[in-house]
């Protein structure tokens, strides 16, 4: 079966500061792992996501998730924190046999000015 | 080009009656997914599509709950007989058929049962 823990119901940080949100995730065989964002009053949209390759990878908005297998992990990070990056995030996991994708329960991330 | 489209984006219905959200996915893309938020909640999965396969139902909370969808187009989420645990915003994601491709979610239909 597969699952997403996302162990932070929040994170506060400092604009300027970096940021880290945590994602630990268990699959069958090698996963497909993305990360999403809900803005208020917004539609989920895709910000980054690791297949296969660089375990660094780059997304949108200046956010990137490292891949660490021997941890099951994909944390998102962003060196330096904006205030309109305040939003909530969901780390989400897929098989790579399958489609089914299971989400984490979010991490509400608040950036303060 | 167009995204998502759900409809209704509000259905506000009394407990015990039957109601129908419709999803338009992104032409072309051949896997669509239902997905359920409680308030201040993560997304729980209900069903996916994909192409001619059978829809994996393993989400579906209950046999109130039911969806089909049109070849590769139209999707509907049946609630029967819906209750007020069922009140939540589903949503309809659409991707393409490379199971490594991410999903678009549309706007969401909000569902209150009073």
């Known amino acids: 079966a597969q699952s997403v823990a996302q162990p932070e119901d929040q994170v506060n940080v400092a604009e300027g500061n970096p940021l880290t949100v945590k994602c630990t995730y268990s699959v069958s065989g090698n996963p497909y792992l993305f990360w999403y964002v809900q803005y208020p009053n917004r539609g989920l949209q895709f910000l980054l996501k690791y297949i296969t390759g660089d375990n660094l990878v780059k997304g949108s908005y200046g956010f990137e998730a490292e891949f660490n297998k021997s941890q099951t992990s994909f944390h998102l990070k962003k060196p330096s924190a904006l205030v309109s990056d305040s939003a909530l995030y969901f780390c989400?996991?897929?098989?790579?046999?399958?489609?089914?994708?299971?989400f984490g329960a979010g991490t509400r991330l608040f950036v303060k000015a | 080009g167009a995204g998502v489209s759900q409809s209704p984006s509000n259905k506000v219905t009394e407990k015990g009656k039957d109601v129908e959200l419709r999803c338009d996915p992104i032409s072309g893309h051949t896997a669509l997914y239902w997905y359920r938020q409680r308030l201040g909640q993560g997304l729980e999965f209900l069903i996916y599509?994909?192409?001619?396969?059978?829809?994996?139902k393993s989400g579906l909370p209950s046999d109130r709950f039911s969806a089909e969808r049109t070849g590769e187009s139209v999707s509907t989420l049946t609630i029967q007989r819906t209750q007020q645990e069922d009140s939540a915003v589903y949503l309809c994601a659409s991707s393409s058929g490379d199971r490594a491709y991410e999903q678009y979610f549309g706007p969401g239909t909000r569902l209150t049962v009073t």
């Open positions: 599509f994909q192409g001619n396969s059978a829809p994996d």
């Open positions: 989400a996991v897929r098989r790579t046999g399958g489609f089914k994708t299971i």
